[in-house]
């Protein structure tokens, strides 16, 4: 009796999970059927059967190959622990198998990698276009910054293609931005604006990461002025004694 | 040839040679003599010539300024340690060489004690005038303090004390269009959630374009997620809010919005300002989350007209701008 009743729920969880599941199968073209295996591996335990999507983690039917490829060569997925702010990691995927995720990932709907063309763009326009739309949190000379509960994360190690599809995705608390909000034209100036700012010129001192005012204050304050003031000790101390 | 030769020779055997200076033979000198200090006259010397190093450094860095990178920095470096070697050399002469001693000189004795005296009454029978001391005191006393108060006046400017007017004022007025940076107007099907857009009120002129509640931040909440108080019911069209951007601490403009792309395990929507981290939830009519704020984002109420353009349906809910003293006392006028 007891043998029966164990085996006959085992079968009945099997099929409830199957009904569950749906069955679109895998996918025919080659690259994409090792895609589909790869979710398996690396994927599915959040974001569930056939990318629907779980409690955890979004569905990913819809997004396409534009985020697939972005947060996979970004080394943002997978995500070590969930809940946490996705952080530009080694990758732990080689090429291969990101192309074969994403391809995967293209076979359930989406738009498409986009390709970004950097050198239509104008950088003093682009300039005007980061400041307005991207320099509130990632400071204007893309060196990242904070805002509450989040880290904007500096520009220096984004490629063009991947600063072109973070604007379209808004990856966690990133606003997103429609074609309507920043055209294509726009896009490839802001790109040209950020592949400027990698190098960035430093006319009048050392840039202190760039993060403006507060960090050269603390310099001011915590390193100047004390040593000044040890320097003044130091000087006054025979007449002292 | 060698006459020149010589000459140099010379110049320089007196300037580097060392000449031990004669001992006085007449009198008892007025310094007490004590020993040469060489090596510190040595470490002065090191010092100095450090320093002359240094600022050869700075003429030839800005000589070759154009064939070497971070030019300011190492033209600051060179003149910085030059001074810090001088300085330092100035330091050594100060302790080493130069001999110091305290000498404490008694006060003389009073000289002419029966005229100090004498002043002394003089001064004092002088005042035998007034009659009423304490009255006059008084008014001298008021005098001075009321000076005081007229010079302390002006620091009334630097924040409403009279003029709350000014801080009150605001360009919207019901069915006022709503404009992007462009001067074009937003319709309702422009406004995507996930974003936020800059609003200005339409054909503005440059005053009302200067006001503080001129500017707005509009974000688009789903609507099963708006969450307005009753107070505010009806405030936004569709879904479609219009907060001011001045944030109510110090009047920063807010620039950051928190748009989470998967809710249940991010940071909600905020309106974040850059300054302080004031950060103001959207959904609920801008109230303060976190921060040093310590009141909402007011919010301008909105329409969608037949057309799908938006406009102001009203005036903001409050006071735009940082706070102050009585700030919740008073409501927006148009």
Known sequence: ?241 | MTGKRNAIISALVLLVGRRRRKPREDAARIVPPSPPNQAAELVVLLLLGLSSLCAIGFILVYAFADSLPDVTQLLGLALGLALLFLAAALVVVGRELVPTEELAEAYPPHEHPHEQRLIAELTDEAGTRFTRRRLFKLGLLGAGGTLGLAFLTPAVSFGPLFRVGDFLRTPWRKGRRLVDEHGRPYKASDIEEDNFYLGFPEHSSGSEKEQMAASLVLVKVPPDQLNLPPSLEGYDAHGILAYSRICTHAGCAITLYRAPLFQPDEPKPALVCPCHYSTFDPATGGTVTFGPAGRNLPLLPLYEDSAGYLRAKGNFDGPVGPSWWGVRLWKAQP
């Open chain 1, 1 to 241: 009796m007891r043998p029966v009743l164990t085996i006959s729920i085992v079968v009945a969880f099997l099929l409830a999970a199957g009904a569950a599941q749906g069955s679109p199968g895998t996918p025919k073209r080659p690259l994409a059927a090792r895609g589909y295996h790869l979710y398996g591996q690396y994927c599915l335990r959040c974001h569930g059967g056939n990318a629907a999507g779980a409690r955890v983690a979004p569905s990913l039917r819809g997004v396409g190959a534009l985020a697939a490829d972005f947060y996979l060569r970004t080394g943002y997925m997978p995500l070590q622990h969930l809940g946490q702010q996705p952080r530009r990691q080694p990758l732990i995927l080689s090429d291969g198998q990101i192309r074969a995720l994403v391809a995967y990932i293209a076979t359930l709907g989406g738009p498409s990698i986009p390709k970004p063309q950097p050198w239509l763009g104008n950088v003093s326009q682009g300039l005007a276009l980061f400041t307005e739309h991207c320099a509130g949190c990632h400071q204007v000379v893309a060196q990242g910054g904070y805002v509450t509960g989040a880290l904007p994360p500096p520009l220096d190690r984004a490629t063009p293609v991947q600063v072109a599809e973070a604007v379209r995705i808004g990856p966690y608390v990133m606003p997103r931005f429609s074609q309507h909000a920043i055209t294509n034209r726009q896009l490839d100036s802001i790109i040209r604006y950020v592949e400027f700012t990698k190098h960035p010129s430093r006319p009048g001192g050392w840039g202190l990461g760039f993060l403006g005012p507060v960090p050269e204050g603390l310099v001011t304050w915590f390193l100047a002025i004390p040593a000044l003031l040890v320097l003044c000790l130091l000087l006054g101390r025979r007449f002292r004694s």
